[in-house]
């Protein structure tokens, strides 16, 4: 994979073969070849994942992944959630990190870069906020013994009432909270089927 991105207002990118470096024109066996492809081009401010077109442009979709609850160990009563993200700039409404259907958003971010969990009643936000273009880690939990947690790279553990329900969990999506989208990337997330203490989602977060 290659990616070239310009500051200016002219670019000539250029894909070829060479038989030396700072080499502009190669000649070749007469039967040996090259194949390129997936080849885009954007105006913006960094690459998105590939978009397939043909002779159109066409405007991309959300990469929001899904699973369906079916084909993992899901725990409806109790479950942890962790997440490593970049975001790519403030946010003035929700986006979504890791969340089931609905009501049951397990990590996600507000307006304002606030880190939340969020059951359909109760609302817990991490201390602090989140900066453009920085990685940083959430770790969030629900359950009957500790409630609602999160806790953001390792700091104090933020707790709040749970109301019982994490709401309709058919699937679990990943960069969407109600048709509100990550604008940045999720490089990891893991999934515990079952409630993590204060001390246990500090060092998942750390």
């Known amino acids: 994979e290659i990616e ?16 030396a470096d700072n080499t502009s024109s190669y000649l070749g066996d007469g ?5 390129v492809w997936g080849a885009q081009l954007e105006a913006g401010s960094f690459a998105t994942s590939y978009i397939p077109t043909t002779t159109a442009s066409v405007t991309r979709a ?6 369906a609850t079916t084909l993992f160990p899901n725990n409806t009563a109790a479950g942890t959630f962790y997440a490593r993200v970049t975001q790519l ?3 003035s409404a929700n986006y979504g990190i890791v969340s089931y259907d609905a009501s049951g958003r397990a990590l996600y971010t507000a307006s304002g870069n606030i880190s939340r969990i969020y059951d359909g009643t109760t609302v817990v936000s991490a201390g602090g906020t989140v900066s453009d273009l920085t990685k940083y880690k959430l770790a969030s939990c629900y359950g009957a013994v500790g409630g609602l947690q999160i806790c953001r790279d390792g700091g ?3 707790t709040g009432a749970y109301d019982g329900s994490f709401g309709t969990q058919t699937n679990l999506n ?3 909270v ?3 989208f990550l604008n940045g990337w999720l490089h990891e997330h893991r999934y ?14 750390a």
Request: hydrophobic share 40%; no cysteine; net charge neutral.
């Open 4 to 19: 070239y991105t310009t500051g200016g207002t002219t670019a000539t990118p250029k894909i070829g073969l060479a038989s």
């Open 31 to 35: 039967t040996s070849g090259a194949y």
């Open 62 to 67: 959300a990469d929001a992944p899904k699973i």
């Open 89 to 91: 700039s403030v946010v």
């Open 156 to 158: 104090t553990v933020a």
């Open 174 to 176: 990943f960069g969407e």
């Open 178 to 180: 109600a048709s509100s």
């Open 192 to 205: 515990f089927p079952g409630e993590k203490s204060a001390a246990q989602l500090q060092a998942l977060a």
